[in-house]
């Protein structure tokens, strides 16, 4: 029921930062998992970072640890993955996805994606 809808991204130097946030529409991310994607042309969408909603618990992929950051806010029932240290090769689409724990992610909620471009 729950629709994520991502904002935030933008064009940004190399070595800068965004935040973005994936807020719930039309519900609330309660006993949900949701998790930050991106992808880009021609490639697979590529795990970045997940959190429990419920239990505030996040895990990463091994490659984005220390830089990328998710986190929850529960008074606006939103999730931000703060980004730092840009770099070019993070240029891509990202994706903002909701599941119910056990369900592939696949079959979860996605929002439509925000463009992030890092310039050299």
């Known amino acids: 029921q729950v629709q994520p809808v991502e904002s935030g991204g933008g064009l940004v130097q190399a070595g800068g930062s965004l935040r973005l946030a994936c807020a719930a529409s039309?519900?609330?991310?309660?006993?949900?998992?949701v998790a930050w994607f991106r992808q880009t042309p021609g490639q697979e969408r590529k795990f970045l970072a997940g959190i429990n909603w419920n239990l505030g618990s996040p895990y990463y992929a091994e490659s984005m640890k220390g830089r990328f950051t998710i986190s929850r806010d529960n008074a606006k029932n939103t999730v931000h993955l703060q980004m730092n240290s840009l770099k070019p090769e993070d240029t891509a689409v990202y994706y903002c996805v909701a599941n119910r724990p056990g369900t592939d992610w696949l079959r979860g909620s996605w929002g439509q994606g925000t463009q992030v471009t890092v310039s050299s």
């Open positions: 039309g519900g609330s991310f309660s006993n949900y998992l």
